[in-house]
């Protein structure tokens, strides 16, 4: 009987200390890959940091998508239809259903002159579809 | 105290099926709050989608109307196509289109095949007054009184549940009152 | 060739249509009552299961299984209806008009019926009713106590989804009197083979845990968790986990052809979702071993049988409730999800709390542990949980937060699963290096020389080609060359341990080891295709007109042409690229229906690697934007899936649940042990 006991005692401790190990690294990993977002009215408020990895979200302004002469550079406005609009530069491939007047989200980092050095662009796959990051944002006046 | 360990996976499950209701809370596209409501329609000066005439603001007055924002582009647009036309046929109450970013041509087909359950269609081909009433996307839904007041609003398909549910007691309510 | 072949299918459709006449036109309303009789059959079926085993009536329990036929029967004729509509194009029903279209060729138009939500998860009930079904022809031989509560409880799953079905996605619903005739079309990323096949696959292997599920409540109430339900379990969890597997391998491969990024997998919420149950049921199906084996692990086994059906039944709400954001996900709708959600607190709450009230009564007693086979499948259970638990958190984290914050939107990137994952997977691959040598119950220790050696030939194959590595001039990062580096050694570690293991057995080779032995190589070939294709791929994006050639990796991409092709719904810009001898032919389409434009990728697929070219957007200056990518050894990834799928077939196919299956159980009413 003695060696079940000490084995069930190793197996709770074994329990206890894997899951705390566990529980810290995944808190750890966590914290250091977690994307805030924010708004266009955040980020033309100054809310959002800077050169931190951040998402950010917006409608394609019409008539602002401009491509560099060379290379894949190319660079859009984000506006929330209320007035808040900022600049987004990207250097890569627009995804298929990237177009003007849509939803798109952002993913990259803002400089000190509130530009985002985007590194991805998610445009919505489907009609019907829109991150719900974007929800919000068109009803708010 | 042995047997409470047994009972942690369903506390644990509890715990997460709250995460999950209240994530479905804070995502629901329905329940968005609409700074609209109790305001003024917003002004607009665009054409009739069949007679090409020249529409404004003032066209929405005198009657309750529904307001309906549609595109040929949106497949529960055509879903919610029946139910609209149905509440046309059963209550007689008066329905406005506004064809929402959209191809003319379309959208004229569409209502020849379809059927037409709106009293006129607001060209909105330009997206501007989309943007003036905070669309977020087709279809929405606005009820507006006969002083041109936003009464409520409604994101996603009108279908008989919702109808019966949120519609006909704030019709019924602009009625009375 | 294949326009052909549709042709003629077409038109013998046609025919066969005619000679039925009127009755068909009545289809989807016969569909809807079809589908109505299935859901009175699932309730019969769970009253006549649970109650007959309850109060011991033999002949109620033996009777239930003609209603999982019935059950089955509606439901195909339910599902046959819909594809019927599909095919005849009947826009005066809504799933129809809003998912198909006249220009759709015949395939696709089959597909489509599971190409959204309502018809989908008819499909997901009619392979509930399937797995059903086949519990109550081939368990005809279990104790009927057991028979009863196994059907019982499949009955009351497919009781609640079939309300689901009825009440919130009825697939039949007409759009009369106005009708439509044209449809609105099939959404563009779905129209392609790939789902065709993946969402039946799928589906069969989430619904297949039910069975697990039922086996596990049936367990419980009966309680009955020796090595013998283990052995009744195995079969079943082993074929659903399979599905799953290849399942997934689909929708993987899948999205690296079809989203055109050349990506493979996103820790995309709904990829989580089917992932979840996967790993979950890998820890489930090596716990049921050990109970078989060694009538340990019980409660523990039971849990997991309730915890993977869980994770089947969450990952349905995440993708249909539209609670969480993904590419993947059907259209949101409340109701839906709040039915979901209501489903998924009765089935999992209710069966928590019977495990919480039955399980200290039932499970064995804890066996003295030494450095055995058991320990190293607890300890593979204790990481694929702790995996588990990893993809959980990081999936409902942006959830949690938003509650917790109040709005605040936050979203977890792939680093964090990466991060957290190889480090599991690296230490998975140690222990499974040294199953081969492990006994039960303790193992001698010189059998641990033998693996120790070739542990150090495989450091040394790994060791030489890190120095390959590192001189050659293509690679960048030291820090990642190393983490290829101990993926492959682990790799060939493991792989040699199980050869030799293979070569040394004395006597037989039943196909339960074979699978296993299969499942392990599997799972080494994709970790070593996950480890250098993430490292090794050279991938582009530049700026190319037709004319111009672009260098990568010693390879040269010739840009020849662009010519407009049309298809049959969609009209296509067509580049042709040449790469040494051969063409690569990438494709953006624009879908009429829709106008919605997709970009098809130009694949050459080898075994070292796959050249892959996609096209961007056109530029304003005729050129356009082009990614070029070679992915070395991407395809080992997918080979690693499926062989893992064949694995777990293959152990299904051992002869020792043969023989369980022909021998009448002499234990049919002892087992009632509290």
Same mark, same amino acid.
């Given at each position: 009987?003695?060696?079940?006991?000490?084995?069930?005692?190793?197996?709770?401790?074994?329990?206890?200390?894997?899951?705390?190990?566990?529980?810290?690294?995944?808190?750890?990993?966590?914290?250091?890959?977690?994307? &805030? =977002?924010? /708004?266009? @009215?955040?980020?033309?408020?100054?809310?959002?940091?800077? +050169?931190? #990895?951040?998402?950010?979200?917006?409608?394609?302004?019409?008539?602002?998508?401009?491509?560099?002469?060379?290379?894949?550079?190319?660079?859009?406005?984000?506006?929330?239809?209320?007035?808040?609009?900022?600049?987004?530069?990207?250097?890569?491939?627009?995804?298929? &259903? =990237?177009? /003007?007047? @849509?939803?798109?989200?952002?993913?990259?980092?803002?400089? +000190?002159? #509130?530009?985002?050095?985007?590194?991805?662009?998610?445009?919505?796959?489907?009609?019907?579809?829109?991150?719900?990051?974007?929800?919000?944002?068109?009803?708010?006046? | 105290?042995?047997?409470?360990?047994?009972?942690?996976?369903?506390?644990?499950?509890?715990?997460?099926?709250?995460?999950?209701?209240?994530?479905?809370?804070?995502?629901?596209?329905?329940?968005?709050?609409?700074?609209?409501?109790?305001?003024?329609?917003?002004?607009?000066?665009?054409?009739?989608?069949?007679?090409?005439?020249?529409?404004?603001?003032?066209?929405?007055?005198?009657?309750?109307?529904?307001?309906?924002?549609?595109?040929?582009?949106?497949?529960?647009?055509?879903?919610?196509?029946?139910?609209?036309?149905?509440?046309?046929?059963?209550?007689?109450?008066?329905?406005?289109?506004?064809?929402?970013?959209?191809?003319?041509?379309?959208?004229?087909?569409?209502?020849?095949?379809?059927?037409?359950?709106?009293?006129?269609?607001?060209?909105?081909?330009?997206?501007?007054?989309?943007?003036?009433?905070?669309?977020?996307?087709?279809?929405?839904?606005?009820?507006?009184?006969?002083?041109?007041?936003?009464?409520?609003?409604?994101?996603?398909?009108?279908?008989?549940?919702?109808?019966?549910?949120?519609?006909?007691?704030?019709?019924?309510?602009?009625?009375?009152? | 060739?294949?326009?052909?072949?549709?042709?003629?299918?077409?038109?013998?459709?046609?025919?066969?249509?005619?000679?039925?006449?009127?009755?068909?036109?009545?289809?989807?309303?016969?569909?809807?009552?079809?589908?109505?009789?299935?859901?009175?059959?699932?309730?019969?079926?769970?009253?006549?299961?649970?109650?007959?085993?309850?109060?011991?009536?033999?002949?109620?329990?033996?009777?239930?299984?003609?209603?999982?036929?019935?059950?089955?029967?509606?439901?195909?004729?339910?599902?046959?209806?819909?594809?019927?509509?599909?095919?005849?194009?009947?826009?005066?029903?809504?799933?129809?008009?809003?998912?198909?279209?006249?220009?759709?060729?015949?395939?696709?138009?089959?597909?489509?019926?599971?190409?959204?939500?309502?018809?989908?998860?008819?499909?997901?009930?009619?392979?509930?009713?399937?797995?059903?079904?086949?519990?109550?022809?081939?368990?005809?031989?279990?104790?009927?106590?057991?028979?009863?509560?196994?059907?019982?409880?499949?009955?009351?799953?497919?009781?609640?989804?079939?309300?689901?079905?009825?009440?919130?996605?009825?697939?039949?619903?007409?759009?009369?009197?106005?009708?439509?005739?044209?449809?609105?079309?099939?959404?563009?990323?779905?129209?392609?083979?790939?789902?065709?096949?993946?969402?039946?696959?799928?589906?069969?292997?989430?619904?297949?845990?039910?069975?697990?599920?039922?086996?596990?409540?049936?367990?419980?109430?009966?309680?009955?968790?020796?090595?013998?339900?283990?052995?009744?379990?195995?079969?079943?969890?082993?074929?659903?986990?399979?599905?799953?597997?290849?399942?997934?391998?689909?929708?993987?491969?899948?999205?690296?052809?079809?989203?055109?990024?050349?990506?493979?997998?996103?820790?995309?919420?709904?990829?989580?979702?089917?992932?979840?149950?996967?790993?979950?049921?890998?820890?489930?199906?090596?716990?049921?071993?050990?109970?078989?084996?060694?009538?340990?692990?019980?409660?523990?086994?039971?849990?997991?049988?309730?915890?993977?059906?869980?994770?089947?039944?969450?990952?349905?709400?995440?993708?249909?409730?539209?609670?969480?954001?993904?590419?993947?996900?059907?259209?949101?709708?409340?109701?839906?999800?709040?039915?979901?959600?209501?489903?998924?607190?009765?089935?999992?709450?209710?069966?928590?709390?019977?495990?919480?009230?039955?399980?200290?009564?039932?499970?064995?007693?804890?066996?003295?542990?030494?450095?055995?086979?058991?320990?190293?499948?607890?300890?593979?259970?204790?990481?694929?949980?702790?995996?588990?638990?990893?993809?959980?958190?990081?999936?409902?984290?942006?959830?949690?937060?938003?509650?917790?914050?109040?709005?605040?939107?936050?979203?977890?990137?792939?680093?964090?699963?990466?991060?957290?994952?190889?480090?599991?997977?690296?230490?998975?691959?140690?222990?499974?290096?040294?199953?081969?040598?492990?006994?039960?119950?303790?193992?001698?220790?010189?059998?641990?020389?033998?693996?120790?050696?070739?542990?150090?030939?495989?450091?040394?194959?790994?060791?030489?080609?890190?120095?390959?590595?590192?001189?050659?001039?293509?690679?960048?990062?030291?820090?990642?060359?190393?983490?290829?580096?101990?993926?492959?050694?682990?790799?060939?570690?493991?792989?040699?341990?199980?050869?030799?293991?293979?070569?040394?057995?004395?006597?037989?080779?039943?196909?339960?080891?074979?699978?296993?032995?299969?499942?392990?190589?599997?799972?080494?070939?994709?970790?070593?295709?996950?480890?250098?294709?993430?490292?090794?791929?050279?991938?582009?994006?530049?700026?190319?007109?037709?004319?111009?050639?672009?260098?990568?990796?010693?390879?040269?991409?010739?840009?020849?042409?662009?010519?407009?092709?049309?298809?049959?719904?969609?009209?296509?810009?067509?580049?042709?690229?040449?790469?040494?001898?051969?063409?690569?032919?990438?494709?953006?389409?624009?879908?009429?229906?829709?106008?919605?434009?997709?970009?098809?990728?130009?694949?050459?697929?080898?075994?070292?690697?796959?050249?892959?070219?996609?096209?961007?957007?056109?530029?304003?200056?005729?050129?356009?934007?082009?990614?070029?990518?070679?992915?070395?050894?991407?395809?080992?990834?997918?080979?690693?899936?499926?062989?893992?799928?064949?694995?777990?077939?293959?152990?299904?196919?051992?002869?020792?649940?043969?023989?369980?299956?022909?021998?009448?159980?002499?234990?049919?009413?002892?087992?009632?042990?509290?």
């Amino acid at each position: 009987m003695r060696p079940i006991r000490r084995q069930r005692l190793a197996v709770v401790l074994f329990l206890l200390f894997g899951s705390a190990l566990t529980i810290g690294v995944v808190l750890f990993a966590l914290q250091e890959n977690i994307d &805030l =977002f924010y /708004e266009p @009215q955040k980020i033309v408020g100054g809310e959002a940091p800077i +050169a931190k #990895r951040i998402r950010a979200g917006g409608m394609v302004e019409k008539g602002s998508l401009d491509f560099k002469p060379e290379g894949l550079g190319v660079s859009f406005v984000l506006s929330d239809l209320r007035g808040s609009r900022f600049e987004v530069r990207y250097e890569g491939l627009l995804p298929g &259903l =990237f177009r /003007e007047g @849509q939803g798109v989200l952002v993913v990259g980092q803002l400089d +000190a002159s #509130r530009v985002f050095y985007a590194k991805e662009v998610l445009a919505k796959h489907d009609e019907n579809y829109m991150p719900p990051e974007l929800v919000d944002m068109g009803a708010e006046s | 105290m042995k047997r409470a360990v047994f009972f942690a996976p369903l506390i644990g499950f509890v715990a997460l099926v709250a995460i999950l209701y209240a994530g479905f809370h804070l995502n629901d596209p329905s329940r968005l709050p609409s700074a609209l409501v109790g305001q003024r329609f917003p002004g607009f000066q665009l054409p009739e989608l069949t007679s090409g005439k020249v529409l404004g603001h003032q066209t929405l007055l005198g009657e309750i109307r529904l307001v309906n924002v549609w595109a040929t582009w949106c497949p529960t647009c055509l879903h919610e196509h029946t139910t609209l036309m149905n509440i046309r046929r059963a209550t007689g109450l008066s329905i406005v289109g506004i064809n929402y970013r959209d191809d003319g041509e379309k959208a004229r087909r569409w209502l020849s095949l379809y059927g037409d359950p709106y009293d006129f269609t607001i060209v909105d081909a330009s997206g501007d007054l989309g943007v003036d009433l905070g669309v977020y996307g087709a279809p929405e839904t606005f009820i507006v009184d006969a002083d041109g007041i936003i009464r409520f609003r409604h994101v996603g398909d009108v279908n008989d549940r919702n109808w019966n549910r949120e519609f006909l007691p704030i019709l019924d309510s602009l009625t009375d009152g | 060739m294949t326009t052909s072949t549709s042709d003629i299918l077409t038109v013998k459709y046609e025919s066969f249509d005619a000679t039925l006449g009127t009755l068909w036109g009545a289809g989807p309303e016969i569909g809807h009552l079809a589908a109505i009789i299935g859901l009175v059959a699932a309730i019969v079926l769970s009253v006549l299961g649970h109650v007959g085993a309850a109060t011991r009536r033999r002949s109620w329990v033996e009777n239930s299984g003609s209603f999982a036929v019935l059950q089955l029967v509606t439901l195909v004729v339910a599902f046959a209806l819909l594809v019927h509509a599909f095919l005849k194009d009947d826009y005066s029903v809504v799933y129809v008009a809003t998912n198909s279209n006249t220009l759709l060729p015949w395939y696709y138009k089959v597909s489509a019926v599971w190409g959204a939500h309502e018809g989908s998860f008819l499909l997901w009930t009619l392979i509930m009713a399937g797995w059903t079904f086949a519990v109550a022809i081939i368990g005809r031989r279990l104790p009927y106590q057991i028979y009863g509560r196994v059907l019982g409880t499949l009955g009351l799953l497919n009781t609640g989804f079939l309300l689901f079905l009825l009440q919130t996605s009825n697939p039949f619903l007409r759009l009369v009197p106005n009708v439509p005739t044209v449809g609105a079309d099939l959404n563009p990323l779905l129209q392609d083979f790939g789902l065709i096949v993946h969402p039946p696959l799928l589906y069969t292997g989430y619904v297949g845990f039910s069975v697990a599920f039922a086996f596990g409540v049936a367990g419980l109430i009966s309680g009955r968790l020796d090595a013998t339900w283990a052995r009744w379990t195995r079969p079943w969890t082993n074929v659903a986990w399979a599905f799953l597997t290849v399942g997934i391998t689909l929708g993987s491969w899948w999205a690296y052809y079809e989203l055109g990024w050349g990506g493979w997998w996103f820790w995309d919420p709904v990829e989580n979702a089917s992932f979840m149950p996967w790993l979950a049921g890998t820890a489930l199906i090596h716990s049921l071993a050990v109970t078989e084996k060694r009538s340990a692990f019980r409660g523990w086994t039971v849990l997991l049988t309730i915890l993977t059906f869980s994770l089947c039944l969450l990952g349905a709400f995440i993708v249909r409730s539209g609670v969480l954001t993904s590419v993947h996900a059907f259209a949101v709708d409340p109701e839906r999800g709040v039915f979901l959600l209501v489903l998924l607190g009765v089935t999992v709450g209710g069966s928590l709390a019977l495990y919480a009230i039955r399980v200290p009564a039932i499970r064995g007693r804890i066996a003295y542990m030494g450095l055995s086979r058991e320990l190293f499948l607890l300890i593979n259970n204790a990481l694929f949980v702790v995996a588990v638990a990893v993809v959980l958190v990081g999936t409902l984290y942006p959830l949690a937060y938003e509650a917790v914050t109040g709005g605040d939107k936050i979203s977890v990137g792939p680093p964090y699963f990466n991060r957290l994952f190889v480090p599991l997977m690296g230490l998975l691959a140690v222990f499974l290096a040294l199953v081969p040598v492990a006994r039960w119950k303790r193992t001698p220790i010189q059998l641990f020389r033998q693996v120790g050696l070739l542990l150090l030939a495989s450091t040394l194959v790994g060791g030489v080609f890190f120095v390959i590595a590192i001189t050659s001039d293509r690679v960048l990062n030291t820090g990642s060359i190393v983490g290829v580096v101990i993926a492959v050694t682990l790799a060939i570690w493991l792989l040699l341990s199980h050869g030799v293991d293979f070569i040394q057995r004395k006597g037989a080779r039943p196909l339960g080891y074979l699978g296993m032995l299969l499942a392990h190589v599997g799972f080494a070939v994709g970790a070593v295709g996950v480890a250098v294709t993430s490292v090794f791929s050279h991938e582009t994006e530049v700026r190319m007109s037709p004319g111009d050639t672009v260098e990568l990796n010693a390879r040269q991409y010739h840009f020849a042409s662009v010519t407009t092709v049309n298809g049959p719904n969609y009209i296509a810009q067509r580049a042709k690229f040449d790469v040494g001898g051969i063409s690569l032919y990438p494709e953006k389409r624009n879908y009429l229906a829709r106008n919605s434009v997709m970009t098809e990728a130009g694949i050459e697929a080898g075994f070292f690697q796959d050249l892959y070219v996609a096209l961007g957007e056109p530029l304003p200056d005729g050129s356009w934007g082009v990614r070029i990518q070679e992915k070395v050894l991407v395809r080992w990834v997918w080979c690693g899936g499926l062989l893992i799928c064949f694995g777990g077939l293959l152990a299904v196919m051992d002869s020792r649940y043969r023989r369980l299956a022909l021998r009448r159980d002499g234990l049919a009413t002892a087992g009632k042990v509290a």
